[in-house]
């Protein structure tokens, strides 16, 4: 087993590492606090979150409070899992 072996490649850009890393200790955020907090624009923080939905690590919930639409996102059981393994992955490679 090679030291890259966890590496996960869905975690693999800043913007996918950021949402994770908010979901990881925040039950759940709004689209809009996920873009304050990341800096992202609307179009690059959408198909991230897309990408993190395809593949199962986050469960995306639309709602409307009041009359305005509101996006929320939660981090997966199996998102919260690779996502661990991962940062444990990366811990080893830097470790070594």
Known sequence: MSLIDNINKAFDHRIRLGIMSILM???YADFNMLKE???ATDGNLA???KALEKEAYIKVEK???GR???TRYSA???GKLEF???ISALE???GN
């Open 63 to 65: 709602q409307f409070i």
């Open 84 to 86: 661990k393994k991962h």
């Open 68 to 70: 305005k639409p509101n």
């Open 92 to 94: 080893k490679l830097i």
């Open 47 to 49: 198909s991230h979150t």
């Open 76 to 78: 997966t059981k199996l």
């Open 37 to 39: 907090l990341l800096g």
């Open 25 to 27: 200790v925040n039950d």
